[in-house]
């Protein structure tokens, strides 16, 4: 079944992305950690939809980059138990 979920994270903004702007760099960011990510409890994140809210980022010693605090909405598909998948079968091992 497909869903739209919010989620809550912090999210590491490397410094090569600090010439965009913040909600830029915080969408490209978010979509190179989470986009095609397997979770045995969200399911396949397909995709990030919309970012909702960046909070204040902060800095720490040890590390180059920025790291926000986002609430985000992201394209999640989790199979549901006898749910059918209707498509053509590619290969098989």
């Given at each position: 079944m497909y869903r739209i979920t919010t989620i809550q994270d912090a999210i590491r903004v490397p410094p090569d992305k600090f010439a965009m702007k913040s909600r830029e760099a915080v969408m490209q960011a978010l979509s190179d950690k989470y986009e095609c990510l397997l979770d045995p409890?969200?399911?396949?994140?397909?995709?990030?939809?919309?970012?909702?809210?960046?909070?204040?980022?902060?800095?720490?010693?040890?590390?180059?980059?920025?790291?926000?605090?986002?609430?985000?909405?992201?394209?999640?598909?989790?199979?549901?138990?006898?749910?059918?998948?209707?498509?053509?079968?590619?290969?098989?091992?």
């Open positions: 409890k969200l399911g396949v994140v397909l995709s990030i939809i919309s970012v909702d809210r960046i909070s204040e980022g902060k800095i720490f010693p040890e590390d180059p980059g920025v790291h926000y605090p986002v609430v985000f909405k992201a394209l999640i598909y989790k199979p549901e138990l006898h749910e059918l998948a209707i498509g053509e079968v590619v290969d098989n091992t």
